[in-house]
C-alpha cells in the first residue's frame, strides 16, 4: 500500500520561508517521478513544481519560479520544497504526488498525500 504524508506547513510571514518535506512508503521511491501541487480556496489545483527520478531534471511554475526549490533525497525515499520569500498568495494547501513513471513529461501524478496547509500573512 502506497502512502504519501506531507508535513512542514504552517502559518508564515510574507518575506518568510517555509521546506515543506513528503516521505513515501509502499514503493520504490527512485524509479518515480515526483511533484508539488497547491490548490487556494475557491481555485483550480495547480502544478507547484516537479523533479525526475533522479532529481536531474526539474521544472518550476512561472509564479514560484525564483523562490521555491524542488529537491529529493532518495536514501530517505524524502521530497522537498524549499520555499522563500513568500507571498500571501502562496497561500494554498500545498499537496505531494508521485508520478507514473521516471519522468513527469512522461506519466501523471498518481498517488497523493493528504496535504500541508501554508498561510502567509501579509
Known amino acids: 500500500q502506497v502512502q504519501v504524508v506531507e508535513s512542514g506547513g504552517g502559518l508564515v510571514q510574507a518575506g518568510g520561508s517555509l521546506r515543506l518535506s513528503c516521505i513515501t512508503s509502499?514503493?520504490?521511491?527512485?524509479?518515480?517521478?515526483m511533484g508539488w501541487f497547491r490548490q487556494a480556496p475557491g481555485k483550480e489545483r495547480e502544478g507547484v513544481s516537479y523533479i525526475s527520478w533522479g532529481g536531474e531534471t526539474t521544472y518550476t511554475a512561472d509564479s514560484v519560479k525564483g523562490r521555491f526549490t524542488i529537491s529529493r533525497d532518495n536514501a530517505k525515499n524524502t521530497l522537498y520544497l524549499q520555499m522563500n520569500s513568500l507571498k500571501p498568495e502562496d497561500t494554498a494547501m500545498y499537496y505531494c504526488a508521485t508520478y507514473s513513471g521516471r519522468y513527469y513529461w512522461e506519466g501523471i501524478p498518481n498517488y497523493w498525500g493528504q496535504g500541508t496547509q501554508v498561510t502567509v500573512s501579509s
Open positions: 509502499g514503493l520504490t521511491f527512485d524509479n518515480y517521478a
